[in-house]
């Protein structure tokens, strides 16, 4: 059994102390392959110095909304010579948040239609982070969307409608992660109505731990218990859930095993 985290941070400071612990904490939990995406010029480096550590690990590059400001197209400059060195398995971490600061709106939208057009050049997917921006993210990808584009979106929250209409987009998955645990998180009511052929499973460790770890530090040894949660909600064996997600994320990401 094999079960991919497709959305961790473990090159962060938070894991200095005991990232190899928690690599094997992840492997003893059968997650044996953990995807990488950036967040800004500053992470570039602890990103690749994890990829030359463990192989498991594999890469994405891109900028986050959340450090898209006034120097975004410098930043956006070395993110693409990064990008194009071909070590990269998707366009990301990028997308739209507006949930602590509006000011950078337009700045948000030009990185994601400059990250997009990246992505469909290279043929690859791209990872969208969406915060309190799901109309804004559906008019960008209304414009942009065709047969090239495929991807994400990660930390799922949306409902039923959003869910309908990211379907609509036809190349889109579902990141599912530790929100699907919380009594109150809504996506037991989403999951079902969703094609399990694009779900896949992340912690976007070290936030948003699952219950019964919630308000701690995450960690990829958690998607087991995300895992056994989809099961649950789908009512299906945990196996058929660490099988169906893992050919999904293969699929999306283009992986070897």
């Known amino acids: 059994m094999m079960l991919i985290d497709t959305h961790t941070h473990l090159y962060l400071d938070q894991?200095?102390?005991?990232?190899?612990?928690?690599?094997?904490?992840?492997?003893?939990?059968?997650v044996n392959m953990l995807?990488?995406?950036?967040?800004?010029?500053?992470?570039?480096?602890?990103?690749?110095?994890?990829?030359?550590?463990?192989?498991?690990?594999?890469?994405?590059?891109?900028?986050?909304?959340?450090?898209?400001?006034?120097?975004?197209?410098?930043?956006?400059?070395?993110?693409?010579t990064e990008l194009r060195s071909g070590e990269?398995?998707?366009?990301?971490?990028?997308?739209?948040?507006?949930?602590?600061?509006?000011t950078f709106f337009s700045e948000q939208q030009d990185a994601f239609r400059?990250?997009?057009?990246?992505?469909?050049?290279?043929?690859?997917?791209?990872?969208?982070?969406?915060?309190?921006?799901?109309?804004?993210?559906?008019?960008?990808l209304d414009e942009l969307n065709d047969d090239r584009l495929q991807g994400v979106f990660h930390c799922f929250t949306?409902?039923?409608?959003?869910?309908?209409?990211?379907?609509?987009?036809?190349?889109?998955?579902?990141?599912?992660?530790?929100?699907?645990?919380?009594?109150?998180?809504?996506?037991?009511?989403?999951?079902?109505?969703?094609?399990?052929e694009k779900i896949i499973l992340e912690t976007d460790s070290p936030y948003l731990a699952p219950k019964p770890h919630r308000g701690k530090r995450n960690e990829s040894a958690y998607t087991a218990i995300i895992a056994q949660r989809?099961?649950?909600?789908?009512?299906c064996p945990f196996g058929e859930i660490a099988a169906m997600t893992t050919a999904n994320a293969m699929r999306l990401f283009s992986l070897e095993r």
């Open 158 to 196: 949306g409902g039923r409608e959003e869910a309908k209409k990211i379907a609509s987009y036809g190349g889109f998955y579902y990141g599912i992660g530790g929100v699907a645990t919380f009594k109150n998180g809504g996506l037991d009511k989403v999951i079902p109505h969703i094609d399990p």
């Open 15 to 30: 894991f200095d102390e005991d990232r190899t612990e928690v690599v094997d904490r992840a492997k003893a939990r059968d």
């Open 114 to 140: 400059i990250q997009v057009a990246w992505a469909k050049e290279l043929n690859l997917p791209v990872v969208i982070h969406v915060r309190d921006a799901f109309p804004e993210i559906f008019e960008l």
């Open 230 to 235: 989809v099961a649950d909600i789908l009512e």
């Open 35 to 80: 995807l990488l995406p950036n967040i800004d010029v500053s992470s570039i480096g602890p990103l690749k110095e994890m990829l030359s550590r463990h192989p498991e690990a594999r890469g994405m590059m891109g900028l986050h909304p959340c450090s898209v400001g006034q120097d975004y197209k410098e930043q956006l400059r070395i993110i693409e």
């Open 88 to 102: 990269y398995i998707a366009v990301g971490e990028m997308g739209m948040d507006l949930f602590w600061d509006k």
